[in-house]
């Protein structure tokens, strides 16, 4: 199954990249209060009678926060302080999740679905635009929401989610990123959902602290719902490399943790191809496919100087390791 609706191919103009090292001197000020209760305003959205959840919190330019699976909008707790400082960020629960609408059927979940929720929610707030920011799942959004309504995207950071044709490349040519994704095939499977629990999907939850909140948000998901995005959206075998994608038109910020054992960092490798703007691209070797929670320092100050470089029309190619 496709990532993508079909998509007429443009013309690949392959930017100069700049690759350079440099060390991190920054030192996290302060500890922000992340109890989900302190973070922002909770609301809702619409989306056609799809209700979508959101935490909003500070003043400024709208930055529009997506999550992956398994998870929901706390996993930015670490960043949402700081953005919030110069920005209005507003990190929503995707459908399916915790308190946003839990609609049934494969097809409430495509990705044209999910793009749409962000557009409402961009809309919801009264404005034309934003930047978006997503991990994983939310990635994959963000790349596709990008890539089918540049006007409306500002800016945009991937975390941990090669863009989709990379992804398709790897997985129709590289044997290890087809033995990494043996997770999304068992996904795909009509039963799959009768497998999990909301204990068994925190295993990745290092915060011992923050478990008890995850279990509360997972109990109050839809299981089918959560492997409704692999049932719609994951390619399946044979695997095929998709080219068809239109040029995101905004500057890009990638950050990838490294130890990240089902998105391979073989398939950062060719994003420029698909980019019109610059890319910064940062590299986190210690950490893994839950990057902004493995390396929430790490991960914060290079969103904040990286927002604060496009809003001044600084911004330049490049890519980091840290």
């Known amino acids: 199954m496709s990532l993508f609706p079909p998509y007429r191919v443009m013309p690949m103009n392959t930017p100069n990249l700049i690759f350079f090292a440099f060390t991190f001197l920054g030192v996290f000020a302060g500890t922000a209060n992340t109890r989900a209760n302190d973070l922002g305003e909770h609301g809702f959205a619409d989306n056609d009678g799809v209700r979508i959840h959101y935490v ?52 409430n979940y495509a990705l044209p679905e999910l793009v749409g929720d ?52 790897e997985l129709a040519n590289n044997p290890a990123q087809q033995n990494a994704s043996a997770y999304a095939r068992g996904f795909q499977q009509a039963d799959a959902a009768s497998k999990l629990t909301a204990e068994g999907l925190t295993f990745w939850v290092k915060d011992a602290e923050a478990r008890g909140n995850y279990i509360e948000a ?46 391979l960092a073989d398939g950062l490798s060719g994003t420029w191809n698909y980019l019109e703007k610059p890319l910064t691209l940062v590299t986190v070797p210690n950490a893994d ?34």
């Open 56 to 107: 909003t919190a500070g003043e400024g330019p709208l930055v529009v926060m997506l999550h992956g699976f398994p998870d929901y909008w706390y996993t930015w707790r670490k960043q949402m302080p700081e953005i919030a400082k110069n920005h209005q960020v507003v990190a929503i629960d995707l459908r399916g999740f915790n308190k946003s609408d839990k609609p049934e059927g494969v097809d």
């Open 118 to 169: 962000v557009e409402a929610v961009i809309k919801h707030f009264g404005q034309t635009g934003a930047t978006v920011i997503g991990h994983d799942w939310g990635g994959m959004i963000a790349w596709s929401f990008a890539m089918q309504h540049p006007e409306m995207t500002e800016r945009l950071v991937v975390l941990n989610l090669p863009h989709p044709a990379c992804l398709t490349r």
């Open 289 to 322: 496919h839950f990057v902004q929670q493995d390396a929430p320092e790490v991960v914060t100050q290079t969103i904040v100087r990286w927002l604060q470089s496009t809003l001044l029309g600084q911004e330049s190619p490049r890519c980091v390791r840290h």
């Open 218 to 263: 997972f109990e109050r998901s839809s299981f089918d719902g959560m492997l409704n995005y692999y049932k719609a959206n994951y390619p399946r075998e044979p695997y095929k490399q998709q080219t068809d994608f239109p040029k995101v038109k905004c500057p890009v910020l990638m950050i990838h943790g490294l130890r990240d054992t089902a998105l």
